[in-house]
């Protein structure tokens, strides 16, 4: 074969090298471009997640601090009830506008509640809203002391363990 011919097929080769090598080049350039746009998606949202979280949680802290206040005033009004009615026959009512309160306060923490991520954290919060309610139920004023002592012992220990979820969220 000619020299001319030799150099036609080389520069037809050279280009067909070169074409694979750019097109191989561009796959994986986009194959990691895609990896590493996926990975970064992962990562804002479990940020998101983790903000989510810990704005709930703060939240559910603020509420159930709330929602205690509202109970130790029902608490008081009972024990002034007793006080007044040594042998009652029956149970005092909650004064109306404190009612409403506790309604409302009971709602926003069944929400914030059922956002919880952590099960266990979840039923403790329940728990504490159920030793609460019972400070709403008691018939004696020894039995509404009891209660809120209780509810105040749950919820100091619900508090801390709010706050280690909270610190938690922030660990990198």
């Known amino acids: 074969m000619e020299q001319l011919t030799w150099g036609f097929i080389g520069t037809i ?3 067909l090298v070169g074409a694979s090598a750019s097109i191989v080049t561009t796959v994986l350039n986009t194959k990691n471009t895609h990896s590493l746009q996926k990975k970064l998606d992962l990562a804002k949202k479990e940020e998101r997640h983790k ?3 810990c704005n709930n949680l703060m939240l559910l802290q603020d509420e159930l601090s709330s929602n205690m206040r509202l109970f130790f005033r029902v608490h008081l009004s009972d024990i002034a009830y007793y006080r ?3 042998a009652p026959n029956k149970r005092p009512l909650i ?3 404190l ?3 506790i309604r409302e306060s009971n709602q926003k923490l069944s929400i914030l509640t059922e956002r919880v991520e952590d099960d266990t954290l979840r039923a403790d919060i329940d728990n504490c809203r159920n030793l609460l309610t019972k400070v709403s139920l008691a018939t004696s004023e020894s039995e509404s002391s009891y209660a809120i002592s209780e509810a105040t012992q749950i919820l100091s220990k619900l508090m801390e363990n709010l706050g280690v979820h909270i610190r938690n969220l ?3």
Do not use: I, L, T
Request: aromatic share 12%; proline share 11%; glycine share 6%.
């Open 51 to 53: 903000e989510f979280q």
């Open 99 to 101: 009612d409403v309160s």
């Open 170 to 172: 922030y660990k990198v």
């Open 84 to 86: 007044q009615n040594p």
């Open 13 to 15: 080769v050279g280009a």
């Open 95 to 97: 004064p109306e506008d």
